[in-house]
């Protein structure tokens, strides 16, 4: 199975859990934030505000612009970095972020940066210069994940403390077995699932716990995925149309079996029974397959949908009718 950087990783869990992510780091942010706006991830343009990173340890970073309660049609943007490394320029480059993208966009800027590195005394949080008459000071919000335990995460309900309680374990990788990181990883989905979170949620956030550290033994990953499978697994109560669709194919078995018996029965000769028991186990055999291949297909659009695909992928992967994906998953 193909690896998957941190830095994607964190790209995307940010995307997906964008409001998540600003409530746990600012508690008051349903009175500063207009959710119902939504928010326009501007990923491109910091891209082409900054200079490509020399080193191939950078983790993350991201833009993206959020309307605010204000009384008037007011937007700020918010620079996340998620930083897993030690560089000695980084207040430096924090500064020359923030006057890129406040030239070119002339907002405010709200500036916050997750470390993820196990240094505990690296925590750039300002950038000062000065020459005469002239200084500027340069500060923004961080938040070092080594200070915390999994006790803290698991304190709250929101979903982002899942992440960050994955994260914390991957700071401790070296010194995780295999069998250990299985455990922490299972009871990571385990408790994700009895927070009752949607479908989608408990999916991607799965995704994101499966593969931020891997395992030494690659197959404990298969099993690791049927484990949450499992667990995501509950049994669905049958709805009267797919009763009466199942009672539906049974009397249309049975009744091409027992009409390939009288059959033979009436003509009474051996080769029209035989062709009549034919007909109905032929009859029966094909039906069986065609409801094996249809739910395979089903299990596999399930299965797609838990791993974080959306559903007109899935429906473009599969080449199969959307309507139809959509109802596998619900």
């Not at 600003?22 to 928010?39: H, Q, V």
């Not at 998620?82 to 020359?96: H, K």
């Not at 994940?145 to 309900?157: A, G």
């Not at 028991?277 to 055999?285: M, V």
Request: charged fraction near 30%; include cysteine; proline fraction near 3%.
């Amino acid at each position: 199975m193909t690896k998957i950087s941190k830095d994607l990783l964190w790209k995307a869990i940010i995307e997906d859990f964008f409001e998540d992510f600003l409530k746990y780091f600012y508690p008051n942010a349903e009175k500063i934030f207009d959710f119902s706006k939504g928010f326009e991830f501007l990923d491109k343009e910091l891209q082409k505000l900054t200079r490509p990173s020399n080193t191939k340890n950078r983790v993350a970073d991201k833009l993206v612009k959020t309307y605010t309660k204000s009384g008037k049609e007011q937007w700020i943007l918010i620079h996340i970095e998620v930083q897993g490394y030690v560089d000695y320029s980084f207040d430096e480059r924090m500064f020359t972020y923030y006057y890129r993208i406040f030239d070119k966009y002339k907002k405010p800027i709200e500036a916050f940066v997750l470390f993820t590195d196990d240094t505990p005394n690296y925590r750039p949080s300002s950038y000062s210069a000065s020459f005469l008459n002239t200084s500027v000071n340069y500060t923004y919000g961080v938040f070092k994940l080594s200070d915390y335990t999994p006790e803290d995460f698991q304190k709250s309900d929101n979903p982002f403390a899942i992440v960050l309680e994955t994260a914390w374990y991957g700071l401790k990788a070296n010194k995780l077995s295999d069998e250990n990181l299985f455990s922490l990883k299972l009871d990571l989905a385990r408790r994700l699932y009895a927070k009752g979170f949607p479908q989608g949620t408990f999916s991607r956030m799965c995704g994101f716990i499966r593969d931020y550290v891997s395992f030494g033994n690659s197959k404990l990953l298969p099993k690791l995925e049927s484990e949450i499978d499992d667990i995501n697994k509950p049994a669905k109560p049958m709805g009267i149309l797919e009763l009466i669709e199942q009672e539906t194919r049974k009397q249309a078995t049975k009744q091409g079996l027992a009409e390939g018996r009288r059959v033979g029965r009436k003509e009474g000769r051996q080769e029209g029974r035989q062709e009549g028991r034919q007909e109905g186990r032929q009859e029966g055999r094909q039906e069986g397959r065609q409801e094996g291949v249809e739910q395979n297909l089903i299990d596999n659009i399930q299965k797609l949908y838990r791993k974080g695909f959306a559903v007109e992928s899935i429906s473009e992967m599969l080449e199969i009718q959307l309507d139809f994906v959509k109802n596998a998953i619900k």
